[in-house]
């Protein structure tokens, strides 16, 4: 099931800190605490046998409160790198309150990590020192496999402009390969691939490398679909249909689209590789579907790396809205997954890249959104990105089948609309009701 909010207002957890790196092993079974007393006020507990001091710390009260005798925190020895773990899900066995049990462990370093686990007892706050290790046990994921690779011959030759990769942990997973391939002479040469992460977790397929004098252009056998047809296929309670468009578009007729039965529209700001480039038709598209009495949001469309340089170009996209209401959805859109590997990251690293986009347009007044398709939905995007914001989700089927929330269904990139001149993405959004 899934809840779903109004469009017109679409839109951390803090981490607790770590202790010095250490040799990961594989175990990942829970303990239970062992607890002693010393000066009234000291109790010791640990989720693994090692010989740093691990104590109770109490809070100053307004009355004196000793901690308790038999407190029981029972926990996970070893968690995963680069998961999101909340002290709920990290403490299986306790017998007091934790004071926040949605806090998030430190995840993100190998080795033995000392948390102070804040509790409630007796009407008083005290921490619990415990600790667990990190480990990284997860295989790189293969994001693009190289299927129907064709190579023009009398190139260079590099497999990584084929496949693409991405490691939960490692910004740098090694490829090789075994195999012969010569770049100068039309032929197909199979290849063994291997991606191996630092921690030694590896995945490994076969490609095919198709050496050919020119290669072949992809046929277009996409069927398009008239916006009519769209909205009768989908009508419903609580819906209401949108289209998102850029320069791709170019102008763009809001009278026209808005008498189609197009209530609101997403409209790309700019987008960003080495440097930010404006959607040369955005203003006039803010403009123009603004009058037309259509409801805006807006997307951005990036390959940010960085926390800082995300939260800078949050900023800009703010600039770019000059004045307009507060409250006025942005998305992320990140597409960039067929070379992944090329980014110099993990999918630790563009949950956190994430994480930053939506806290900045937040702290602007305005609300954030996820714009993703259904594969990467389920395989790079954390469950905390997910639920972070409304998802905007891209899945171009009669039907979706994905099993997770979203507010946006982004249903086909072939549609064709009165006042758009060739193809337009088109969206459906759900309100106030809840879908299977």
């Not at 490609?207 to 008239?226: F, L, M, S």
């Not at 996209?317 to 090329?342: C, N, P, R, V």
Request: glycine share 6%; hydrophobic share 35%; with cysteine.
């Amino acid at each position: 099931m899934k809840y779903i909010c109004i469009f017109t207002v679409l839109f951390s957890a803090f981490l607790l800190s770590g202790c010095a790196d250490q040799p990961s092993d594989s175990s990942n079974s829970g303990s239970e605490a062992v607890t002693t007393t010393a000066a009234e006020t000291a109790v010791t507990t640990t989720c693994i046998t090692t010989t740093a001091p691990v104590t109770t710390t109490v809070v100053t009260t307004t009355r004196k409160v000793d901690p308790p005798t038999d407190l029981l925190m029972r926990c996970l020895d070893t968690v995963e790198a680069g998961a999101d773990i909340t002290l709920d899900e990290f403490i299986t066995e306790r017998n007091v309150e934790l004071k926040d049990g949605t806090a998030l462990l430190d995840t993100s370093n190998l080795g033995y990590i000392d948390v102070e686990v804040p509790y409630l007892y007796d009407g008083a706050e005290f921490t619990q020192k415990l600790q667990y290790r990190v480990l990284d046990t997860t295989e790189p994921y293969i994001i693009n496999p190289g299927l129907n690779s064709y190579h023009k011959a009398g190139t260079e030759f590099d497999l990584n402009q084929y496949i693409g990769y991405a490691d939960n942990f490692d910004r740098h997973p090694a490829l090789t390969y075994e195999g012969e391939i010569d770049p100068e002479t039309v032929g197909s040469y199979p290849l063994a691939v291997t991606v191996t992460d630092s921690s030694g977790n590896y995945s490994a397929w076969e490609v095919t490398i198709q050496v050919v004098e020119e290669v072949p252009k992809a046929v277009d056998t996409n069927p398009r679909v008239n916006y009519s047809d769209f909205i009768s296929r989908y009508d419903g309670d609580n819906v209401r249909f949108g289209i998102d468009v850029s320069a791709w578009q170019e102008d763009v007729d809001y009278k026209a689209v808005r008498d189609a039965g197009c209530s609101f529209v997403i409209i790309r700001v700019g987008y960003y590789y080495s440097k930010i480039v404006p959607d040369e038709y955005f203003q006039k598209n803010l403009k123009n579907a603004a009058a037309a009495g259509l409801d805006v949001g807006v997307y951005f469309y990036t390959t940010d790396r960085t926390i800082d340089g995300v939260r800078e170009h949050v900023r800009w996209i703010a600039d770019q809205l000059k004045g307009q209401k507060s409250g006025m959805t942005i998305a992320f859109d990140w597409e960039e997954f067929s070379h992944f590997q090329q980014y110099g990251m993990s999918i630790r690293d563009l949950n956190d890249v994430y994480a930053a986009f939506a806290d900045e347009v937040t702290k602007l007044g305005h609300k954030p959104m996820l714009y993703s398709s259904k594969i990467f939905l389920n395989t790079i995007w954390s469950e905390k990105s997910k639920n972070t914001a409304p998802v905007w989700l891209a899945h171009y089927v009669d039907e979706t089948n994905y099993a997770g929330e979203y507010e946006i269904w982004q249903a086909s990139a072939y549609g064709r609309i009165p006042g758009v001149d060739g193809d337009v993405d088109m969206d459906i959004q759900y309100l106030n009701q809840q879908t299977e």
